[in-house]
C-alpha cells in the first residue's frame, strides 16, 4: 500500500486543502500563512510532497485534490487495519469495542451499514 501518512501539521494543511479546494496556489499561500503561520517556500515545499505522494495536484497554479478527503480517510483506516491487525477489520472492531469506543448509537449506525453493504451484495 502506499505511504500516504500525514503528520499533525501536513494533516491540517491537506485539510485547509480540501476545505478550499479548487484553490490558487497564490491564495493557498496566504492562507497558510494565516492559518499554519507559514512563509510561502514551508507552502510550496509541503504542497510539493503531497503531490508526490499523489493525494493533491497543483495545474497552472491551481491546486486541487487527486483524492477526496473521504478516498484518503477510506485509504489510512484500511492501511491502519492492515498494519496493525493484520487486515482483520472484525479484530479492529473488538479491539475498539473492548476498549470502551462503541456507543449503543455507533452499534446501530454499524449495523445499518453491514445492512446496507450486505443489500449490495446480493445483487452482484
Same mark, same amino acid.
Given at each position: 500500500?502506499?505511504?500516504? /501518512? =500525514?503528520?499533525?501539521?501536513?494533516? /491540517?494543511?491537506?485539510?485547509?486543502?480540501?476545505?478550499?479546494?479548487? $484553490?490558487? &496556489?497564490?491564495? =493557498?499561500? +496566504? =492562507?497558510?500563512?494565516?492559518?499554519?503561520?507559514?512563509? +510561502? !517556500? #514551508? #507552502?510550496? #515545499?509541503? =504542497?510539493? +510532497?503531497?503531490?508526490? +505522494?499523489? $493525494?493533491?495536484?497543483?495545474?497552472?497554479?491551481?491546486? #486541487? &485534490?487527486?483524492?477526496?478527503?473521504?478516498?484518503?480517510?477510506?485509504?489510512? !483506516?484500511?492501511?491502519?487495519?492492515?498494519?496493525?491487525?493484520?487486515? &482483520?477489520?472484525?479484530?479492529? $472492531?473488538?479491539?475498539?469495542?473492548?476498549?470502551?469506543?462503541? &456507543?449503543?448509537?455507533?452499534? !446501530?449506525?454499524?449495523?445499518?451499514?453491514?445492512?446496507?453493504?450486505?443489500?449490495?451484495?446480493?445483487?452482484?
Amino acid at each position: 500500500m502506499d505511504d500516504l /501518512r =500525514l503528520g499533525v501539521v501536513e494533516a /491540517r494543511f491537506a485539510d485547509l486543502i480540501w476545505a478550499n479546494e479548487p $484553490i490558487r &496556489s497564490g491564495d =493557498l499561500v +496566504k =492562507l497558510c500563512a494565516k492559518e499554519l503561520e507559514w512563509k +510561502k !517556500s #514551508t #507552502t510550496y #515545499t509541503v =504542497l510539493k +510532497k503531497l503531490c508526490e +505522494k499523489g $493525494i493533491f495536484q497543483n495545474v497552472n497554479g491551481m491546486v #486541487t &485534490s487527486i483524492l477526496s478527503q473521504r478516498e484518503f480517510q477510506a485509504r489510512q !483506516s484500511k492501511g491502519f487495519v492492515e498494519d496493525v491487525f493484520s487486515g &482483520s477489520l472484525p479484530a479492529f $472492531i473488538a479491539a475498539f469495542a473492548e476498549s470502551g469506543g462503541l &456507543s449503543d448509537r455507533d452499534i !446501530s449506525e454499524i449495523r445499518k451499514m453491514i445492512a446496507e453493504y450486505d443489500g449490495r451484495n446480493e445483487h452482484v
